[in-house]
């Protein structure tokens, strides 16, 4: 199926969009220069803003009309988001993002420690209007579990012996809880709880099956991936999907070879590491994952009433499966 | 007036105090082994918790009987408190913090950054709960302030033409603005309105005091500092009141060492720097300016009744204004 980002996922809110864009800009006000230039340096490099655009999907698709608050929402989610990029770019020590200087490069890593902390601050500011208690726990807790996601990341780094579980949860934290707020946020919001929870299992496995994708693409070097670089991960001694898979499939030298590409890092192994994931099935197995993932996903949007939207929301999880096919 | 931090601040609230510590410790709870070394770590290495028993002493000033809420935002101010410590080391790359290694020096930057995050997110999640929407606001505000201030301090670090002012806002910024947000926050916690200014403006100018006070202790070398180094701030560029005021009563060579000093940081300079400053007649105004901030916040406490718990908060601003006399 051909699926055209602007055309079948961004058009059904694109008024609302150019609203929320607006507002992100907006709001992030302060007397402090360098807090204005880094946060506008970092907002404005945002990608296709994906996870605004579910906050406001999943809205209409709740059957909400007048989207104000909604727009809102959707521009602390991405204001949440760009600032776990900004620290993550400082952990993970990156230069470019999506092809830019990141902050860190541009400026300094303090810089960007300190923005970042204004950007999060500033998040909950703007959430704190919204005045719904039930929302803010919500993202309270939230915020928790995605930092707690990223540490238990870094504690696994260079570790062999990650487990496919202790993987999700890292990709749960990182990636797949802020999908869930954007979701489910909308739907407290609009005072329908019905569709909290199926909105919130719809946006936790599609980040799942994003996630995987992520880190396939990170081994298939046919990628179209704009700013990030085959074998990133095995550089950083990160243990995703395709490594934990490919050493439940291999034995011997193989095997070997990954767990002490993953403790040491680097990516001098690369060209072989990439070979003995592929022969070992283990891509296969990732894309068999993301598929599931994928599908579960749009199962659970079928406890939401038919919709251009839903459908929307549908075409998001299967465009992102076909970075894989 | 000889003031005893145990017996003079902390007694009268110190059986709430041993339960809040407690809460502090229970408070920080995580799935992720990383986060709750790293947490338990930094909140150990506390200090006097002068914070959040200026947060107790502000409740029952107010008149309130059960502190129980109170209590937990007193460790919610803790928590705060230590968040912003832990990314204030990575910034300036502190190994030391009270005599004990730092998070970032124990472990690394990136886990200082990421556990930072989690521990504001926590602090925030335990707000949440007390369900108090102006006491939210509050917060939610002043942690943006917060961070402006940090990155104001980055933004005027290496600049000779920093003013006063400028000065003023930063140290608003990273030190008075929590202190107003611990007591500002008890009154409206307690429901008591009419202190809520008198007891902002009792720690705005309290903070500005301590943190004027901090900053002459850096060039004084009799100082009994715990864990602070003569001339840190020199060392990284600072431009404190010390030498801001220096700048204003110097000419010649003098007046041109300190800028280049403050310019390009290091402490090859220290000694004579030191000497200049003390004999500008610097430290001398620097004396007096803490003096009137210290009288200032003690005024304003006047506005709430008299009780052992205003004479302590009395007390320990005067405590503070004790380490330079």
């Keep these: 199926m051909t699926i055209d980002f602007k055309q ?19 709001g992030i006000t302060s007397k402090v220069a360098l807090v204005m230039a880094v946060s506008k340096h970092v907002v404005e490099a945002g990608g296709k803003r994906m996870r605004p655009i579910m906050c406001l999907l999943a809205a209409k698709a709740c059957g ?16 949440l988001h760009t600032a776990t990029l900004v620290h993550d770019d400082v952990v993970d020590e ?23 902390d204004f950007l999060i601050s500033r998040a909950f500011d703007l ?52 999908f869930e707020l954007a979701t489910e946020g909308s739907a407290i919001l609009s005072g329908k709880d019905q569709y909290r929870e199926p909105l919130k299992r719809y946006a936790g496995h599609f980040g799942n099956a994003f996630q995987i994708i992520d880190d396939i693409l990170d081994y298939t070097s ?38 002490k590409s993953i403790a040491t890092g680097g990516t001098s192994d690369l060209d072989k590491i990439i070979q003995i994931v592929q022969n070992s099935g283990a891509l296969d197995y990732c894309r068999k994952r993301a598929t599931e993932e994928t599908h579960t996903a749009i199962q659970a949007l079928h ?9 929307a929301l549908e075409k998001l999880a299967l465009l992102a499966l076909n970075r894989i096919q």
């Design 8 to 26: 079948d996922i961004l058009a059904p809110v694109a008024t609302d969009f150019a609203t929320m864009d607006t507002f992100i800009n907006e």
């Design 222 to 259: 046919d990628a179209e991936t704009l700013g990030k670089n085959i074998g990133d991960d095995l550089m950083e001694g990160k243990p995703t999907l395709p490594l934990i898979s490919a050493l439940q499939n291999t034995v011997g030298d193989d095997h070997d070879l990954i767990r």
């Design 94 to 116: 990156s230069g470019l993002r999506r092809g830019r200087p990141t902050a860190n490069a541009t400026w300094n890593n303090q810089t960007a420690v300190l923005v970042g």
């Design 127 to 178: 959430l704190v209007d919204l005045e719904n208690m039930v929302l803010l726990k919500d993202f309270s807790t939230g915020t928790c579990e995605i930092a707690e996601g990223e540490v238990l990341q870094l504690q696994s780094q260079h570790q062999p012996d990650t487990t496919e579980a202790t993987y999700l949860d890292i990709i749960h934290g990182k990636t797949s809880r802020l």
């Design 64 to 79: 909400t009309e007048d989207l104000e608050k909604h727009r809102k929402l959707a521009a602390i989610i991405e204001m």
């Design 303 to 311: 406890e939401l009433p038919n919709s251009q939207y839903r459908l």
